[in-house]
């Protein structure tokens, strides 16, 4: 199975200032359809995990474009530009190149 | 608008049996593979089953396989999940959630607690 690494587990942020997660997967998540197989999701407190960011680096519909992917292989990054209060929650990548789908630990986002 | 609401668990003993089911709405169902999603309390989310949109293809994670079988009924816009053989390791929350494709994903039901104790 594939294992999903994200750091740091958790992360006190300003509102306005940025945050960055990263997450290394044990094998590459690029196929040999030039597609990296890797997401974000976002666990706000008490709701269901909601998409972010799919292959690699594309919002998904009504996320804002302060939320960025990036990375290649085995190497990605989320970032926010600039955290608002209502970015706080585990924030969780994940791989689907090969199954089992496996997703990081998860890191926690706070508003300091 | 996409909506899946998830019903069927409860508090079941070691070695019992439950059903899940996921009611999808808001899209076409049966052009979409399903998931379902686990989250014991307090820890993170692992996958556990996809059932392709007619059927055809049926995956499951390592530690369900025969224990758990996923299911549809297109015509009822409806995904289920016979779980049998319940352990302590399998309490959590279950999530259904819509595959927008290549294994994502995308719009998950509220989920449904799964509570397995003696």
């Known amino acids: 199975d594939i294992v999903m690494t994200q750091t740091p587990l958790s992360l006190s942020v300003i509102p306005g200032q940025p945050a960055s997660i990263s997450c290394k997967s044990s094998?590459?998540?690029?196929?040999?359809?030039?597609?990296?197989?890797l997401y974000w999701y976002l666990q706000k407190p008490g709701q269901p995990p909601q998409l972010l960011i799919y292959?690699?680096?594309k919002r998904f519909s009504g996320v804002p474009d302060r939320f960025s992917g990036s990375g290649s292989g085995t190497d990605f990054t989320l970032k926010i530009s600039r955290v608002e209060a209502e970015d706080v929650g585990i924030y969780y990548c994940m791989q689907s190149i090969h199954l089992p789908l496996t997703f990081g630990g998860g890191t926690k986002v706070e508003i300091k | 608008e996409v909506q899946l609401v998830e019903s069927g668990g409860g508090l079941v003993k070691p070695g019992g049996s439950l059903r899940l089911s996921c009611a999808a709405s808001g899209f076409t169902f049966s052009s979409y593979s399903m998931n379902w999603v686990r989250q014991a309390p307090g820890k993170g989310l692992e996958w556990v089953s996809s059932?392709?949109?007619?059927?055809?293809?049926?995956y499951y994670v390592d530690s369900v396989k025969g224990r758990f079988t996923i299911s549809r009924d297109n015509a009822k816009n409806s995904l289920y999940l016979q779980m049998n053989s319940l352990s302590a390791e399998d309490t959590g929350v279950y999530y259904c959630?819509?595959?927008?494709?290549?294994?994502?994903?995308?719009?998950w039901g509220q989920g449904t607690l799964v509570t397995v104790s003696s």
């Open positions: 292959e690699l680096s």
């Open positions: 959630a819509r595959d927008k494709g290549s294994g994502c994903p995308d719009y």
């Open positions: 059932l392709s949109g007619v059927g055809t293809f049926i």
């Open positions: 094998q590459s998540l690029l196929h040999s359809d030039g597609k990296t197989y």
